[in-house]
Structure formats: C-alpha cells, structure tokens
C-alpha cells in the first residue's frame, strides 16, 4: 500500500487521477487560491449575509477548468448542491466564527477529494477530519495532535482499503470543532496514515524534481532542508513516518516517472560532510544586548514571551556565554510588532535598566549548511566560516544546534547569493 498526498491545482487533476491505483490510498487538499474564493463565499454569504451568487459563480468556474475528463464532468452539476449544502450547514453551526470558517474550509477540502474521485472509479472518499483528533489547545496556541487515537480512528477505517481518497489538511479538537492542522496538513495526515497502516512509501507530490535536487537525504537532512521559508511542505510532515521507519518519497506531479528524493534513514554514505545549503530571506536581525541581561534569570523567557504574544515568529536565536546580549531573526514583516513588544518590555520590566537596548538589521538572510556528518567531524565549521572569507563576507551572526547536523550563518541580504555561492562549493 502506497499512502499519496497531493494539492489539486487547476492544471494537475489528470496528473493525480493517473497515479491513483488499486493500491493506493490518496490525501487531497485544495491549492491556496481555491481556498481563497472559498473563504470569500464564505465572508459573503456567513458574514455579510448576502446571497454570494457572484463568489459562488467564481468557485464553480474554477472547477469547470479543471478537466475535460467525461466522468468528471459528469459530476460537476453536483457541486453546486453541495456547496449550498456546506453554506448552510456553516450557518447553522453554534461555534465562534474561525472555527466556523476552519469548518467550511475542511467540506472545500473535501470537495477537491470527490472530484479527484470522479475521474477514478471504483473509489471510495473519506472526510479526513475524522482521522486526526487533536487536544484543546492553550489560548493562542495551534492544537497539539493525539497521535494514538488518531492512529486508531485510521486503522479502523482504511486497513485494506485501495483507491481511497482522503480530504486533507484538517482534524478535529476533543471538543468536536473542526481545526486546520498546520502548513501542509495534507502531507502530515498521509504520513500519519503510512504510519498506522504500516504502508510501504509516503509519496508527496509537488511541482519540483525532489528536495534540493538531492536523490536521497536522511530524515534530518530533510527536515532541515524543510525548516526553510522556501521548502515545499513542513517537516512536521515526515515524524510519523520517520517514527515508523517509513521512507518518504518526494516526486514532481509533471514528471512522476522521475525518482525523486527518497527520504528515509539508511541513505548510503556520501563524500564530504556537507550535503546541502538553503537558505531564508526577507528577515530582520534583532540584537537585545546591556548589562540587565547578566545573570537576569528568566530574562530570556520575557523575551521570548512577550515575542510569542506579539505573533511573532522567530527563525533564529543566538547568545553567547556573555550573556550580554542575545539576537533572533524574523520574518521582515513581523518588525513592527517585535519593535513594539520589546520596548513595551525593557520599559516595564525592572530586570532591564535603562541601557538595554534594540539594534536592527532590517535586511538580512540565512544561509544554512546541513548534513547528517556534520556531527563530530572536525574541520566542518573551520571550512564553512573559511568559505565565507575568502568571498569577501562579513557574518552578521551564527548558530549551530546541539544535534551538531547544520550550522545557520545571518549575512546581510546583498551577500546571501554570493555565500549560497561560496558554501555550495564545498
């Protein structure tokens, strides 16, 4: 049993339909512009109030374009009865309003997983909200999975079932609401469900030949590689199927006869400690630094905090033994709100005196050396800061994680094409 996850775009229907078999079970989630005209349908007709014709005909004409497939077209007056269907379904549901949307977005989801189904007969589709139970989450924070009943609610409902297909990217809380899982959901639940049923592959289908045009990574080479503004799915998505020794097979929708990369923990010894480099960019460097940081215990964490109540999210952290100062990066588009919760908190907190201050680098990037032997071979840092000086750049900052399998350098963003130059050649 192969266990295959794909997005359906307006251009790939008959790509997914073809690589769908007897023994396969398939995840299906909308791309982002679907979800988009859903979520507008959604505002017109939930909040305004207003009959939606307009948004509904824009849905639907997305859907007509889709395919020339006969079955398929065969099918397409129905969807109109069902998303009338959800609308009032959605309007009838005593939640707050984002769980309402989350709930409207999951039947969008499952509208993409009965189209796929009717270009492939014989299949059967399944509401995959019903396959990942998650607990209720703490105010503000994203719902934690229950990877045990999750794993029961698959087994009991998929074990020896071909051409099924599973609408993705959503799960449901203890309390029944209905909550998006997380970027790449769809991914997370076809490895979730490989892990259950003990399936032979993961096969996640995006628009590139592999990851980092590499054949094979481990799973902690690939999960760095995801770690990046720029990877194709979350690395969230590879733990179930990492846990079960499952390997993950990422493949190209337009040329699915290509292997791709295999990702999986027996890769074959490669030469070189280095496998790869990615790279983050549109980020701002953050340095808190003065004498209040010294020795302050859990300045840190007030920090951190009060960035964690902004919504902020931070994509690099560096302090040294000091404890002068400490630096993160973050998205560029998050400086306005860091600026303002960290002078809110040097302000009020009386751990911090008055010479505590914020230094920014509006325009910065990472550039991230990765590979599984990086750990405990000597030399791997002394190549990689070398590399770097003989092209003439200056490193802002720098992190290496404790698990010793990638080192994260901060150069200013007019460097970052020429230090991805540098550390390829390595």
Known sequence: MKIKSFVLRRDNYDAIVSLIDDNTIAVVRPEKFVERLFRSL?????????????????????????????????????????????????????????????????????????????????????????????????????????????????????????????????????????????RGGSNILASLIASALGAECVEIYTEADGLDARPALTFDEAAHFCAGSAAPFASSALWPAKNADIPVVVRNIFNPAFEGTVISDSVEEKEGAVTGVMVDEDLALVTVYGTGLLG?????????????????????????????????????????????????????????????????????????????????????SGKVFGALGAAGISVIAAAQGGEELSISIVVDSADVSRALAALQAL
């Open 42 to 182: 959604i505002e017109s007709v939930i909040v305004r109030k207003e009959d939606g014709r307009k948004d509904l005909e824009t849905l639907l004409e997305y859907f007509r374009v889709v395919s020339d497939n006969p079955l398929y077209l065969e099918k397409l007056a129905d969807f109109e009865v069902q998303v009338h269907s959800y609308l009032s379904e959605g309007m009838f549901v005593y939640a707050p309003l984002k769980s309402v949307e989350d709930y409207l977005l999951a039947k969008c989801a499952r509208l993409c997983a009965d189209a796929i189904s009717c270009g492939v007969p014989g299949s059967s589709v399944v509401d995959g909200t019903g396959f990942v139970v998650c607990r209720e989450p703490e105010p503000g924070r994203k719902p934690v999975f229950d990877w045990a009943r999750s794993r029961e609610a698959i087994a009991m409902r998929c074990k020896g079932i071909g051409r099924l297909i599973v609408s993705g990217g959503y799960g449901r809380l203890e309390s029944g609401y209905v909550v998006r899982i997380g």
């Open 296 to 380: 302050s215990v859990g300045i840190s964490s007030s920090i951190m905090g009060c960035l964690g109540a902004a919504g902020v999210n931070i994509r690099f952290i560096a302090q040294t033994s000091s404890e002068y100062s400490i630096s993160f990066a973050i998205p560029s588009g998050d400086a306005s709100r860091a600026t303002s919760a960290l002078e809110a908190l040097v302000a009020d907190n009386p751990l911090m005196p008055l010479d505590d201050v914020m230094l920014f680098n509006q325009q910065v990037g990472i550039v991230t050396v990765y590979g599984s032997r990086i750990k405990k071979v000597p030399g791997v």
